[in-house]
């Protein structure tokens, strides 16, 4: 089972990222997917995840500023990440659940600078 995360990167605040996470090596069903973030000193939290049917659910933190998708067909999930704060500065990780668990990719670095 492999996800591979990419899209990271450095940006001003105001900015825009699209991150993604292409799934393969899943033999059941995904069924949601999503992104988790964690900061220097702080815990990992949900930033946002979307069902197989494209149920969103969103950190209130992010709200209004991101949007998560994906492509059921290539088990791919994207969120594009708008006026990017400097507090949105986190290592990314994209998450996947199947029906016997869950799986984890490996993150990816996001830098927002003011």
């Known amino acids: 089972v492999q996800l591979q995360a990419s899209g990271g990167g450095m940006v001003q605040a105001g900015g825009s990222l699209r991150l993604s996470c292409a799934a393969s090596?899943?033999?059941?069903?995904?069924?949601?997917m999503g992104w988790y973030r964690q900061a220097p000193g702080n815990q990992r939290e949900l930033v946002a995840t979307?069902?197989?049917?494209?149920?969103?659910n969103y950190a209130d933190t992010v709200k209004g500023r991101f949007t998560i998708s994906r492509d059921n067909a290539e088990n791919t999930v994207y969120p594009q990440m708008n006026s990017l704060k400097t507090e949105d500065t986190a290592v990314y990780y994209c998450?996947?659940?199947?029906?016997?668990?869950?799986?984890w990719g490996q993150g990816t670095q996001v830098t927002v600078s003011s």
């Open positions: 090596g899943i033999n059941s069903r995904i069924n949601d």
């Open positions: 998450k996947v659940w199947v029906i016997l668990g869950t799986y």
């Open positions: 979307i069902s197989n049917g494209g149920v969103t």
